[in-house]
């Protein structure tokens, strides 16, 4: 139990927290929200003893294991699941006594080392740790490199493994979901909702708390009030509370009107001044109830694109990957386009892709060197107006598919049409960090746009939220979701017919991405949405394609689909893995051309849509069955039904066995059905 008593915190002269009471139970998942700025992390620190209460009292269980995502990653030469594996520090320092122990000769000591490392399940720790970064995303090929070696939003994802591989009572998450994809965030989701101890976790992805939380601390003005519920509850009973409160408010004001101008009519006549006094001492023991005070909705829009053609970009039978060249000493470089080159052993800490293994092969282009190909046989299309979600496990080949359509990547084989009106706006995972230190909007704007009045810049980056002053303020003091929103400003800026984006929701607060959601609703153009934002993918995209196992495809279906697509994917997978062990391998089957299977699978979509479609129709039937038996049993039940003819009750009764045994049957073929579409799923 967490207990806070009169707690007040302050940030320099500015009050965060104010006379807080509340009491955080056991085992509870507490989701802390509010806006930025208001306490969220400043309450983590407080918790963790970084910070000391300035007021009241923060009481903690005596001995509390505390578990929390640092902030930075050294540049460890140390293996990655090492590195994940020194999160429960106790079983370090176990297996260091061991080490110890040995190295003194001093069987005793080790005797008593062995018992307490298998209190401590040490011996399949190490397995542990590899579920952790599978799950997070790490192949098993770079669980032992060097954390060194990793780029930032891996060693993030590093630190998130090796908070959650230490045993803890209270786990703090500051943010979790940043730097994950979609794959990802379904498995840490659930995770946590199997994690036993006490959760407080910010977040703005309202999806993810909505999976993981039983309960909601909202902070407010420096105060913080607890419901029970995750963020959708939250949100009705908010509502619901603003508006008593309005209503509250209402009331009082028309009584205090009320009372006012009776003791402003006779306070001064000395037969009414027994009750104006009366007046006046009922109107100093109103409550004083606040009114609502509407918070100020941000939005922005993306302008009408100039130019909108029906037809604006199609890939055919593109094979996209990275060129490798070879450099002297045998090292390779892989090739990205537009000059821009990175080392290939560096790839995979810096191209989410990088992570699936990518196979090297003679170059398609008949060039020198090695390829590394992420995606073959790629047709895919872009019309006017479509909204299109990408989906796929993580390092399927997402980021490696945008580049290609942004043409920032050469397709290693095939070909690339653009119209000739087409204008992409592009926003990448590095697009903030790309923004120029010391240089404000207004700088950013003018570099772009040289020649353009600067009030007709200043005018649209108000619209931006970076009104006044802020114009002119360096990006440097910027928070993460304002550099986001200035990227994402200056994309605008352009016009685009095209919007291709690469996890845009990344340092974003709830608000912002409901804005986000909200402008890209509005959008007129064409759009393609890399994100792990469910609630912004179902809100803005109108079909999705699936980006797995070197194949870009079509995907028949919804994001919980999609979830459970996954996980008949990696159940499928464990078990093609065993039956590798147990049988003997199998003859190759004939490889098909690229005509069959693009046959194959148009034949695959087609029986799969009429399934769905039949699945629909046995919901739809099974309601109207449901509908008439409820009917039935209510005429069945009456007592003036066996008062009437014997064959109209026996009518009901043969009606009633028809139904049940028809509902029978199409329950059994609706589950068959299923069955098979999970089946080609997997």
């Not at 891996?154 to 045993?167: G, T």
């Not at 101008?261 to 409550?287: C, G, P, V, W």
């Amino acid at each position: 139990m967490i207990a806070f008593r009169h707690f007040a915190l302050r940030r320099g002269s500015r009050l965060l927290l104010s006379d807080i009471d509340l009491v955080i139970q056991s085992g509870w998942r507490l989701g802390v929200i509010g806006r930025n700025g208001c306490g969220k992390s400043s309450l983590f620190a407080a918790l963790q003893g970084q910070l000391d209460a300035d007021a009241g009292e923060l009481d903690l269980p005596a001995k509390l294991r505390l578990a929390s995502v640092a902030q930075e990653t050294p540049a460890l030469p140390d293996a990655a699941i090492d590195y994940v594996l020194g999160g429960d520090q106790e079983l370090a320092e176990v297996l260091q006594a061991e080490s110890d122990a040995l190295a003194r000769g001093d069987m005793e000591a080790l005797a008593g080392v062995h018992h307490r490392i298998e209190e401590l399940h040490a011996y399949d720790a190490r397995a542990r740790a590899g579920r952790l970064m599978h799950g997070l995303g790490f192949m098993p090929d770079t669980h032992e490199r060097a954390v060194k070696e990793f780029s930032g939003g891996w060693r993030v994802r590093l630190n998130l493994a090796r908070a959650l591989m230490a045993p803890s009572e209270l786990l703090l998450l500051d943010e979790p979901t940043n730097h994950l994809d979609l794959d990802a965030v379904l498995w840490l989701e659930e995770w946590l909702r199997r994690y036993q101890g006490t959760l407080l976790i910010i977040s703005h992805d309202r999806e993810f708390l909505d999976g993981v939380i039983t309960h909601t601390m909202h902070l407010n003005d420096g105060r913080a009030r607890l419901y029970t519920g995750n963020y959708s509850a939250f949100e009705r009973l908010r509502a619901e509370q603003l508006r008593q409160q309005q209503i509250s408010y209402e009331r009082e004001q028309a009584e205090r009107a009320h009372l006012q101008s009776f003791i402003d009519r006779f306070k001064a006549k000395a037969t009414k001044a027994r009750q104006a006094q009366s007046r006046m001492k009922r109107l100093e023991k109103l409550a004083g109830t606040e009114a609502v005070r509407a918070e100020r909705a941000f939005s922005f829009q993306f302008p009408a694109p100039g130019r909108l053609p029906e037809s604006m970009l199609q890939l055919e039978d593109i094979i996209a990957g990275y060129a490798l060249l070879p450099l002297p000493g045998g090292e390779r470089v892989g090739v990205r386009g537009h000059g821009r080159e990175e080392r290939a052993s560096e790839r995979a800490s810096v191209e989410s892709d990088a992570s699936s293994g990518p196979s090297s092969q003679p170059s398609p282009r008949g060039g020198e060197g090695a390829v590394s190909v992420v995606l073959s046989d790629v047709r895919f299309s872009l019309e006017a107006g479509e909204r299109i979600g990408l989906l796929g496990p993580n390092g399927a080949g997402k980021s490696t598919l945008v580049k290609t359509l942004v043409g920032e990547l050469e397709p290693l084989g095939g070909e690339r049409k653009a119209h000739k009106d087409l204008k992409i706006g592009y926003f990448a995972q590095h697009t903030v960090e790309s923004l120029h230190e010391g240089s404000s909007p207004l700088d950013h704007l003018q570099a772009k746009a040289p020649g353009v009045a600067t009030q007709v810049m200043r005018d649209f980056l108000g619209t931006w939220n970076f009104a006044g002053d802020r114009a002119f303020e360096p990006v440097d003091g910027f928070s993460g979701g304002e550099r986001a929103r200035l990227a994402l400003a200056l994309i605008a800026w352009d016009k685009p017919n095209l919007l291709l984006l690469d996890e845009p929701t990344n340092h974003l607060d709830l608000d912002m991405r409901e804005a986000l959601a909200d402008a890209l609703a509005d959008f007129d153009g064409t759009l393609v949405l890399v994100s792990h934002d469910r609630h912004l993918l179902g809100m803005v995209c109108d079909s999705f394609w699936r980006v797995a196992d070197g194949v870009v495809e079509s995907f028949d279906g919804d994001l919980d689909d999609y979830a459970r697509w996954l996980r008949t994917r990696g159940t499928a997978s464990k078990k093609a893995a065993k039956a590798g062990i147990d049988k003997p391998a199998a003859a190759v089957a004939p490889v098909e051309s690229p005509e069959e299977r693009r046959r194959n699978a148009a034949a695959q979509r087609e029986n799969e849509k009429a399934s769905r479609q039949r699945i629909k129709r046995i919901e739809t039937r099974t309601a109207s069955i449901d509908a008439e038996l409820a009917a039935l049993e209510a005429r069945l039940a009456d007592p003036d039904t066996y008062n009437g003819p014997t064959s109209e009750m026996m009518k009901l009764g043969q009606r009633q066995t028809e139904l049940r045994r028809e509902k029978e049957a199409l329950e059994a073929e609706w589950l068959q059905l299923y069955e098979q579409l999970e089946a080609v799923g997997a």
